[in-house]
T-cell receptor, first 113, second 119 residues
Framework: AQSVTQLDSQVPVFEEAPVELRCNYS??????LFWYVQYPNQGLQLLLK??????LVKGINGFEAEFNKSQTSFHLRKPSVHISDTAEYFC???????????FGTGTRLTIIP | GAVVSQHPSWVICKSGTSVKIECRSL??????MFWYRQFPKQSLMLMAT?????????EQGVEKDKFLINHASLTLSTLTVTSAHPEDSSFYIC???????????????FGDGTRLSIL
């Protein structure tokens, strides 16, 4: 079975500073990888996804992530954060041919003015 | 983009009552819908997967008689929490996915969730 680990439960970052949210996965077969953002009392919004091809994936709101197969990682980055980026971020994985998503425990990103 | 509407957004009710939550895909046909449960400061846990016109597939440990799921059309799925008790209080989120074409992967589109509080 696949699993997702988000080691950082909380990440405080000053406004306009860069940020990296870490995600590692475990799977014996090939996977699809996703990052979702959740604002308070809302559902999840897809930030970006890796299905195949280029390992550097660009998403919405200036975020990007890089798939590293050898390190089984899919870290999320943004070069300069804004107050509006304050939210909970979830990394998720699904197996090829399997529609179910397995989520990590989430990372709360707090932007400090 | 794909929009999923979930209703109600918040419900408070007495212990023992049943509560129905609706999940609608507004601008696409959702062949598959998913229901998740999220406890405070925790991740989403998949409860069940439903395909239009078929019985839902429940994850291990989820009581199918407690959480009734109906997916009668390509745009609507409902989750009914029967005889709800305080321990059922949680944030319930649905997601929907359209028809897969060409072997590709369609992402799930999420509703805004329903906060259920049982007194």
């Amino acid at each position: 079975a696949q699993s997702v680990t988000q080691l950082d439960s909380q990440v405080p970052v000053f406004e306009e500073a860069p940020v990296e949210l870490r995600c590692n996965y475990s799977s014996s077969v090939s996977v699809y990888l996703f990052w979702y953002v959740q604002y308070p009392n809302q559902g999840l919004q897809l930030l970006l996804k890796y299905l195949s091809g280029s390992t550097l994936v660009k998403g919405i709101n200036g975020f990007e992530a890089e798939f590293n197969k050898s390190q089984t990682s899919f870290h999320l980055r943004k070069p300069s954060v804004h107050i509006s980026d304050t939210a909970e971020y979830f990394c998720a994985v699904s197996l090829f041919g399997n529609e179910k998503l397995t989520f990590g425990t989430g990372t709360r990103l707090t932007i400090i003015p | 983009g794909a929009v999923v509407s979930q209703h109600p957004s918040w419900v408070i009710c007495k212990s023992g009552t049943s509560v129905k939550i609706e999940c609608r895909s507004l601008d696409f046909q959702a062949t598959t819908m998913f229901w998740y449960r999220q406890f405070p400061k925790q991740s989403l846990m998949l409860m069940a997967t439903s395909n239009e016109g078929s019985k839902a597939t429940y994850e291990q440990g989820v009581e199918k008689d407690k959480f009734l799921i109906n997916h009668a059309s390509l745009t609507l799925s409902t989750l009914t929490v029967t005889s709800a008790h305080p321990e059922d209080s949680s944030f319930y989120i649905c997601s929907a996915r359209g028809r897969i074409q060409g072997g590709g992967n369609q992402p799930q589109h999420f509703g805004d969730g329903t906060r259920l509080s049982i007194l």
